[in-house]
């Protein structure tokens, strides 16, 4: 399978649970150790350590060890292969209402 | 959980397949009976059903059985929710570069 596609099946598997949207939504503030991950979690150290495996091996976060203590952040844009994936799946007819959008107003080309 | 995460989880776990994510790409181009999405994947005849089983459940494909012929289609909008919440997820710098680009150029709304 192409690198390409792995890398979609690996972005949309790691999106598929709402433990790691959730642990995104948060990283989007800002970045936080394992534990400041685990809190609002209610969820058993060694699962919220998985799951930010996941998300690591999908290149959603990326981590950082500073003596006993690892931080992760997103990585920045690693979400938009799968946004653009789906950009691309329209039917013709919301092709046709981007087509009408973009005539009305000139300036947004959304059809890039 | 939500009904709203539930559906999510679904979306991206019906995306994280690359044979699921190429009969997406060929129902954009118009409806399609089993047996015309199975013939470019090369691919057992109950396994293609299965994937479509799980693109329906995901609600991104819809079927309809005239006859003897299942024929699916693209659920309009479908992926949507999915769009939306990747669409959210933005690095405070990400933003920046957002307001920016709405200051240079206003009729763009990206942050709607």
Do not use: C
């Not at 690693?78 to 799946?89: M, Y």
């Not at 919301?94 to 009305?104: N, S």
């Amino acid at each position: 399978m192409p690198k390409y596609q792995e890398g979609l099946d690996r972005l949309f598997h790691a999106l598929g649970d709402a433990s790691r949207r959730a642990m995104v939504e948060r990283l989007v503030r800002g970045p936080a150790s394992v534990s400041e991950l685990a809190r609002p979690f209610d969820m058993a150290m060694p699962s919220v350590v998985q799951h930010l495996g996941v998300l690591e091996a999908a290149g959603i976060v990326v981590s950082t060890k500073v003596g006993r203590v690892r931080t992760y952040q997103l990585a920045p844009n690693a979400l938009n292969p799968a946004a653009e994936w789906i950009g691309r799946q329209r039917l013709p007819a919301e092709r046709r209402l981007d087509r009408l959008g973009a005539f009305l107003d000139p300036s947004t080309d959304k059809e890039k």
